[in-house]
């Protein structure tokens, strides 16, 4: 059964920083893409930022220059999520998202449980 364990979400001062993780686990054989998205209170869940098996990255409009996404060659099932200059616009839960393939099925979409990410003075 796959899983995707998010953490490191929390209240920061605006213009703070947090780093958020994400790692997926299970019989896991191959990950083609994976992400981070957002949901304010109220809004609809957005995307944040991507990256994909070829070490591509995609990111929303809100969040280039202050958000990086990453992960290490160590350990392909983890991703990162920088985020510097934080504005009270930020706050969300924020989701992990993977598409990947586990147990010698097709790809599919998986989502983590959500962090809560609170900027606010």
């Known amino acids: 059964q796959v899983q995707l364990v998010e953490s490191g979400g929390g209240l920061v001062q605006p213009g703070g920083s947090l780093r958020l993780s994400c790692t997926a686990s299970?019989?896991?054989?191959?990950?083609?893409?994976m992400g981070w998205y957002r949901q304010a209170p109220g809004k609809q869940r957005e995307l944040v930022a991507t990256?994909?098996?070829?070490?591509?990255?995609?990111y929303a409009d809100s969040v280039k220059g202050r958000f990086t996404i990453s992960r290490t060659n160590s350990d392909r099932n983890t991703v990162f999520l920088q985020m510097n200059s934080l504005k009270p616009d930020d706050t969300a839960v924020y989701y992990c998202?993977?598409?990947?393939?586990?147990?010698?099925?097709?790809?599919?979409?998986?989502w983590g449980q959500g962090t809560q990410v609170i900027v606010s003075s």
């Open positions: 998202n993977a598409y990947l393939s586990a147990d010698r099925r097709d790809l599919q979409y998986y």
């Open positions: 990256l994909n098996a070829g070490a591509m990255t995609n």
């Open positions: 299970g019989n896991i054989n191959s990950i083609s893409i």
